[in-house]
């Protein structure tokens, strides 16, 4: 049962575009909602976080937006740049004691095209 | 460098061999954790230590993956009699005991089974 659906798959962006990446979730226990930035033969990288306790944080040109209600939140690049092009993870988990990993969803690979 | 690092980051072995990989944690950073990334997937949570203890290895794959951590500080993960199934990129992570867990990962190490 996959807890974390993550759309689109591949996303191809123009410079200075806006790049969007949607996730939705079952568990209504998860509490914690990362971004990764992953790219290739690297590690993830964490690119920003949020709690359920607020609708939206941004942080420089990246911005997620929570919609606690639907299950669902997503990940905003504005002004994408040819440098963001990389495989994007969401992830969930359940923070609270704090024993339990991260949920991933399965990628979206993003290519901004210059 | 202070991040998260994992040795080696590249094994290649026959399969039916045993095969351990080394993680050391971010210094202050007494939780750690095991994924596992098959290609173009999400990374899958394995198992978790705080401090010295496992406090979840259910997710373990099966009972020739097992992992410890003797003193808090670096942890290893040995695969007993590999399978070609086996092949995947192993990750390691590392956050602080806070209520939401800021995860941490490092490069990864490359696991080929022929």
């Known amino acids: 049962q996959q807890q974390v659906k993550q759309s689109p798959q591949s996303l191809i962006v123009q410079k200075g575009g806006i790049s969007i990446i949607n996730c939705a979730y079952e568990?209504?226990?998860?509490?914690?909602f990362p971004w990764y930035q992953q790219f290739p033969g690297k590690g993830p990288a964490l690119l920003i976080a949020?709690?359920?306790?607020?609708s939206e944080k941004k942080e420089g040109r990246f911005t997620i937006s929570f919609n606690k209600s639907a299950k669902q939140f997503s990940l905003h690049i504005m002004d994408s740049q040819p440098g963001d092009s990389a495989t994007y993870f969401c992830?969930?988990?359940?923070?609270?004691?704090?024993?339990?990993?991260?949920?991933f969803g399965k990628g979206t690979h993003l290519i901004i095209q210059p | 460098d202070t991040g998260v690092s994992q040795d080696p980051r590249h094994k290649i072995t026959k399969r039916g061999q045993n095969v351990t990989f080394r993680c050391d944690p971010i210094?202050?950073?007494?939780?750690l954790y095991w994924y596992r990334q098959t290609l173009g997937q999400g990374p899958e949570f394995l198992t978790y230590?705080?401090?010295?203890?496992?406090?979840?290895k259910s997710r373990l794959l099966s009972d020739r993956f097992s992992a410890e951590r003797p003193k808090g500080s670096f942890s290893t993960l040995e695969i007993q009699r590999t399978e070609q199934g086996d092949s995947a990129m192993y990750l390691c992570?590392?956050?602080?005991?806070?209520?939401?867990?800021?995860?941490?990962f490092g490069p990864g190490t490359r696991l080929t089974v022929l």
């Open positions: 992830a969930a988990s359940i923070s609270r004691g704090g024993a339990d990993g991260l949920t």
């Open positions: 568990n209504t226990a998860f509490d914690y």
């Open positions: 949020i709690r359920p306790d607020v």
């Open positions: 230590f705080q401090n010295e203890a496992q406090l979840e």
């Open positions: 210094s202050e950073h007494n939780r």
């Open positions: 992570a590392s956050s602080l005991a806070l209520l939401y867990n800021e995860q941490f």
